[in-house]
């Protein structure tokens, strides 16, 4: 098989867990049309670029080596510039959907234990996880066209679910910036944490795969189930 099919197999593979989200959110009733679940996830995507610049600039040796280059590899110039390339875009997100999309755009109230906060930030988790999955199938993709390797291929399939779970506490973040600042330092420190951690477990020799894809999938349910119950637009989108 071509490389170039193994590139096309990967996409589709990978944009599996966009479609049944999208069919999720659909079958659940949850409100992201499909024009905003596009742009979402193409703002995910687009969070790639600021991160490899990033990382470019970032690639230095570390003085301490050893386990310090390693944290400093795994977790800060790979999760926790990731992560924050994903905070920056998913600010952008909210900016440009507030203009296009005013039917539907998210809308934290200034009380954060308000009942219109709680569903903003619901929203932004739902919108912070499609980005996360538009970010893996661009990075997938990356992966593929310099490797082709099967067994990155399967891999891949498991890191959707890590970036998929990550963007959805970055999307509750941003969300959260202006009105709970600590709760959106602390859910942006989590993502990296959670990122950092699966990037030691896939790349140490002698640790078991499944120990990473099971930390991956369980961070996505536990996303997932903040969901429950959907959430309320402002009455002028109910109306409407």
């Known amino acids: 098989m071509s490389g170039s099919w193994v590139l096309v197999i990967l996409i589709l593979i990978s944009s599996i867990p966009v479609i049944a989200i999208y069919f999720w959110f659909r079958s659940a009733k949850y409100q992201i049309p499909l024009t905003q679940f596009l742009f979402a996830l193409l703002t995910g995507a687009a969070a790639i670029f600021p991160a490899l610049i990033l990382q470019d600039l970032l690639n230095f040796p570390f003085s301490a080596g050893g386990r310090g280059q390693l944290f400093y590899q795994f977790f800060v110039r790979i999760a926790l510039v990731e992560e924050l390339s994903r905070l920056l875009l998913m600010f952008i997100f909210l900016l440009v959907s507030s203009l296009l999309f005013k039917s539907s755009h998210i809308k934290p109230d ?110 996505l349910a536990s996303a997932l189930l903040t969901l429950r119950g959907g959430w309320t637009l402002d009455k002028t989108t109910e109306n409407q």
């Open 110 to 219: 200034e009380d954060p234990t308000h009942h219109l906060t709680i569903c903003a930030v619901k929203k932004g988790t739902a919108i912070g996880l499609i980005g996360g999955l538009g970010f893996s199938i661009l990075e997938s993709a990356r992966y593929m066209a310099s490797h082709m390797d099967i067994g990155i291929l399967l891999l891949r399939f498991f890191t959707a679910a890590l970036h998929g779970a990550c963007g959805s506490r970055i999307g509750a973040a941003a969300v959260l910036f202006r009105t709970n600042p600590i709760q959106s330092i602390l859910r942006v420190l989590t993502a990296t944490a959670i990122h950092g951690i699966y990037n030691f477990m896939v790349t140490i020799p002698g640790l078991p795969a499944i120990a990473a894809i099971l930390i991956a999938v369980s961070a």
